[in-house]
């Protein structure tokens, strides 16, 4: 006969920890479901406009490299030229002194005497015997003089050559750091992209408005004089740039970023501007924000953001990556640095 056995009730103990376990579970999935509250419009914009700083200051320290890189290659190549004129001259010059060692061989083998007592004009004997000491001599200085060259241009370009590399080590930091921030621009726009389109259409109409309203609001030209001819011809040509888009890298003339534009826009006026903010700020005389007159260019944020006073406390730059070339009030510009006035 079969043994019917009832089955074994769990323990108190078992049970609770399973009712305990369960409980848990449901309070860190609430918990998770609430550890990560939608971001308010003001605080996604705060941190996109935070990276777009930090982008943009990269963007100066890349750039500014690759024009050091440029520059030192011009003199690289100007150098390599040299060597090569030096190399040739150096040839021709051994060639010129191989063949009077020639002769110089092939008369060695007769004492001097006896060849002058040979000689049936031992005036004109004297007389080659002299110009060939002498051709030799001066042949020797130059070919002293030129290994001397050869030997400096050769150092030059080695030394030259060597920080060439360099640079091009700090341009690959800088542009590893460059798609970092282009990393956290890309994060901080999915973070925009959580936002309702209702809530972007808001934060792009109050730049559009806040643009707009600054373009109107600035003193007309005519009662602002600028400081000189070549500030007023530089802001016309910027002004002739508004709505071109922002694009890191670009110096115009249909896309900028900052520095790029108020070297375009200097150099429509005819004033040639190094190519970022960290040289600009030393092509012209700097003054505080109360001298500021149309034209001068203003820096902001550590020397990492410049654009054009255009009048009214309003400046005309251009702003950041997805922003056009725009009029802006220098309340909304974040730290005033100084001004420089471009004197020509």
């Known amino acids: ?26 309070a860190l999935s609430a918990q998770s479901a609430q550890a990560a509250p939608k971001p308010k419009i003001d605080e996604v914009k705060s941190k996109v406009d935070d990276l777009h700083h930090e982008a943009e200051e990269a963007t100066e320290q890349y750039n500014a490299a690759e024009e050091r890189r440029g520059t030192l290659q011009k003199e690289i190549s100007a150098l390599q030229d040299k060597v090569a004129r030096g190399q040739q001259e150096l040839n021709t010059l051994r060639d010129q002194i191989g063949s009077v060692a020639s ?16 000689s049936a004009d031992p005036d004109t004997y004297l007389d080659k015997a002299s110009a060939i000491d002498q051709l030799s001599a001066q042949q020797a200085d130059v070919l002293t003089s030129i290994q001397a060259k050869q030997r400096a241009l050769a150092q030059q370009r080695a030394e030259a050559t060597t920080k060439l590399a360099d640079l091009e080590d700090v341009r690959k930091t800088l542009g590893a750091k460059k798609k970092k921030f282009q990393g956290k621009l890309a994060e901080a726009r999915t973070l925009l992209n959580t936002l309702t389109a209702a809530e972007r259409a808001k934060i792009k109409q109050e730049e559009d408005q806040r643009a707009s309203r600054a373009a109107t609001e600035r003193v007309d030209l005519g009662n602002e004089a600028p400081a000189n001819g070549f500030g007023a011809a530089a802001l016309a040509h910027a002004d002739s740039r508004v709505g071109m888009p922002y694009q890191s ?3 115009g003339p249909n896309s900028f970023d900052c520095s790029g534009l108020t070297q375009w826009a200097y150099g429509k006026a005819g004033v040639n501007l190094s190519r970022v903010t960290y040289t600009q700020q030393n092509d012209g005389v700097k003054i505080g924000r109360s ?5 001068d260019l203003v820096f902001f944020n550590n020397l990492t953001h410049v654009g054009l006073y255009a009048g009214g406390n309003t400046i005309l730059h251009a702003p950041k990556p997805g922003a056009n070339v725009r009029y802006e009030s220098m309340n909304y510009m974040g730290t005033f640095q100084f001004g420089v006035r471009i004197a020509g």
């Open 1 to 26: 006969m079969a043994s019917h056995r009832r089955p074994k009730q769990p323990s108190r103990t078992r049970v609770t920890v399973l009712t305990a376990t369960a409980a848990a579970a449901v």
């Open 103 to 118: 002769a110089q061989y092939r008369s060695g083998g007769i004492d001097p005497a006896m060849q002058l007592f040979l």
């Open 249 to 251: 890298g670009h110096e």
């Open 291 to 295: 001298q500021l007159k149309p034209g």
